[in-house]
């Protein structure tokens, strides 16, 4: 069974950073696209940053130049830098890992941004 362990969420005032992690076995992180995405209440989960296995990165808009997706493979990781933060970045926040036509997720982090 394929896990993906997150942690780092928390609740964090506007204008503060935070550090997303998520660890999970070599055998699937060495060939997974590692993402974060999240939701916020009431609304559909959405694409944060992706990180392929060459490092190659993409970000929704919204979080461009505040953020920052990056992978350390001796650690099979995957870290969401977060900084800036406003009160619309309040979500939960999944990590995700995709093999080919596979997906696998996380439990989820909430992040909460007071203003």
């Known amino acids: 069974q394929v896990q993906l362990v997150e942690s780092g969420g928390g609740l964090v005032q506007a204008g503060g950073s935070l550090r997303l992690s998520c660890a999970t076995s070599a055998n699937i992180f060495s060939l997974a696209t590692m993402g974060w995405y999240r939701q916020a209440p009431g609304k559909q989960r959405e694409l944060v940053a992706t990180?392929?296995?060459?490092?190659?990165?993409n970000y929704v808009d919204s979080v461009k130049g505040r953020f920052t997706i990056s992978r350390l493979n001796a650690r099979n990781a995957v870290y969401l830098e977060m900084n800036s933060l406003k009160p619309e970045d309040t979500a939960v926040y999944y990590c995700k890992a995709s093999i080919g036509a596979s997906d696998y997720w996380g439990q989820g982090t909430q992040v909460t941004v007071s203003s």
């Open positions: 990180i392929t296995t060459g490092s190659i990165t």
